[in-house]
């Protein structure tokens, strides 16, 4: 079985800053994939970035880029230029790649991000 | 515009009672999906459905029975609620394309079983 796990239950950034929230998981699957999703308090839950495990590059969207190290089943996310939107609880989690029909999501514990002016 | 819907946002109901939550998605997905969120914030899967067929059924009393009418519905019935219950559920969607499966997740149902 999979597990994921978020070592930083909250963590507090100043607006225009950066920020690295963190993310390990357990695996002995080869193929697989890693998400980042965001729950701000409206509660939805927002995708954020994804990166496929057979990708060597790391992902990028925008302002957010992870830093994927296989090896050491790690993948952080890096928030640049902080946004007072960007306040919310950042779930990492790990999919199996399947063939089939359906894979689920194992999601880490989550850490509550907190901008502030 | 909405593309994964869930009603009704929020449900209080009395112990022992029978509920039931529904998603409809419009992304033209072949799969389904419902998470539950406990009041840690941690959220498991607990069923998957691949066009109405039942795929993935978690560990789940058996006081929760999915139903999936069509492949752009997946309804979670739960019977005889206890307090346990109380969670916001998370119906999500993902396509069938063989290759990376994001999954779009609905706005939540928020569930207080008193």
């Known amino acids: 079985a999979q597990t994921v796990t978020q070592s930083q239950p909250e963590m507090s950034v100043q607006e225009a800053e950066t920020v690295t929230l963190s993310c390990t998981y357990d695996t002995s699957e080869n193929n697989y994939y890693l998400f980042w999703y965001k729950q701000p308090p409206s509660r939805q839950m927002i995708l954020v970035i994804r990166?496929?495990?057979?990708?060597?590059q790391n992902a990028t969207e925008n302002r957010f880029s992870v830093n994927f190290q296989k090896a050491a089943k790690s993948f952080s996310l890096k928030i640049s230029d902080s946004q007072l939107g960007d306040t919310a609880m950042y779930f990492c989690?790990?999919?199996?790649?399947?063939?089939?029909?359906?894979?689920?999501?194992?999601f880490g514990t989550g850490t509550r991000l907190q901008v502030t002016l | 515009d909405t593309a994964v819907s869930q009603t009704p946002k929020y449900l209080v109901t009395q112990m022992g009672n029978d509920k039931s939550i529904k998603c409809e998605q419009n992304?033209?997905?072949?799969?389904m999906y419902w998470y539950k969120q406990d009041s840690k914030k941690f959220l498991k899967i607990m069923f998957s459905y691949n066009n109405k067929e039942l795929i993935i059924n978690e560990t789940v009393p058996n006081r929760f029975s999915p139903k999936s009418p069509d492949k752009a519905h997946l309804n979670l019935h739960i019977n005889s609620l206890e307090l346990g219950d109380s969670a916001v559920y998370f119906c999500?969607?993902?396509?069938?394309?063989?290759?990376?499966?994001?999954?779009?997740f609905g706005p939540g149902t928020r569930l207080l079983v008193l």
């Open positions: 989690a790990f999919m199996k790649h399947d063939t089939g029909t359906a894979s689920k999501l194992t």
């Open positions: 999500a969607s993902s396509p069938n394309t063989g290759g990376i499966e994001t999954q779009y």
């Open positions: 992304l033209g997905h072949d799969t």
């Open positions: 990166q496929e495990a057979y990708k060597q």
